[in-house]
Nanobody
Framework: QVQLVESGGGLVQAGASLRLSCAASGRTFRTIVMGWFRQTPGKEREFVAAINYSGGSTDYAASVKGRFTISRDNAENTVYLQMNSLKLEDTAVYYC???????????????WGQGTQVTVSS
């Protein structure tokens, strides 16, 4: 079992940067794939980024590739999402996810944080 607590969301202007953090509890953190998803009202939760257990392999949604960077600190049981050059369309609730699996072309998870709001204004 893994429990997740996100932090770092807020209101920023377009073009600014923001870093999200996700603190995880549980002894298995360093062995599992971690990731970030986001959701806007009326839409399904969408994949943003994933990172493997060692941090040596990452994957990104096309919409954020080149602007967002996912990283992890296994000693601190924390995963980060550095978001640069933020756009209006990045506005969403961002969720940390643990123990991601990849099936039929999509990532999914059974373990979610409570979410943190990111709002990008013009």
């Amino acid at each position: 079992q893994v429990q997740l607590v996100e932090s770092g969301g807020g209101l920023v202007q377009a073009g600014a940067s923001l870093r999200l953090s996700c603190a995880a509890s549980g002894r298995t953190f360093r062995t599992i794939v971690m990731g970030w998803f986001r959701q806007t009202p009326g839409k399904e939760r969408e994949f943003v980024a994933a990172i493997n257990y060692s941090g040596g392999s990452t994957d990104y949604a096309a919409s954020v590739k080149g602007r967002f960077t996912i990283s992890r600190d296994n000693a601190e049981n924390t995963v980060y999402l550095q978001m640069n050059s933020l756009k209006l369309e990045d506005t969403a609730v961002y969720y940390c996810a643990a123990d991601l699996t990849y099936r039929r072309g999509a990532y999914s998870s059974d373990y979610w944080g409570q979410g943190t709001q990111v709002t990008v204004s013009s």
